[in-house]
């Protein structure tokens, strides 16, 4: 589960979480949508790319103390987006999650 620290907000009660690279790499490719959890063992930035995912998506980025850092709403299919700021932690989910569940840049989560 993971929830908002500061508004105790459920943001997802489940999602997969892809820590090795080779999951990472295939991400959502092919799949169903669903909320999905990239974890780095360190800050980075790197492009995102929707390639062969079929429907848009809302990306969180974290940092490593599970800041949120920066939101991009709506990221359409085969696009790519190239994050302003380092992140260790990446949220995948629906797009419309973030108006939905009113996440902001500077909330905390746990999870």
Do not use: C
């Not at 979480?17 to 490719?29: D, E, R, V």
């Amino acid at each position: 589960m993971i929830v908002n620290k500061k508004t105790n907000a459920v943001i997802t009660e489940h999602y997969k979480n892809l820590a090795n690279p080779f999951a990472q790499g295939i991400g959502l490719m092919l799949q169903k949508p669903k909320p999905v959890l990239f974890s780095f063992s360190f800050p980075r930035r790197e492009m995102i790319t929707m390639f062969m995912v079929f429907y848009p998506l809302d990306l969180i980025f974290l940092d490593d103390k599970k800041k949120v850092i920066e939101l991009k709403e709506h990221l359409k299919p085969f696009r790519n987006y190239l994050p302003q700021n380092k992140f260790q932690y990446l949220l995948e989910m629906p797009s419309g999650t973030i108006k939905r569940k009113k996440i902001k840049i500077g909330d905390v989560w746990k999870f």
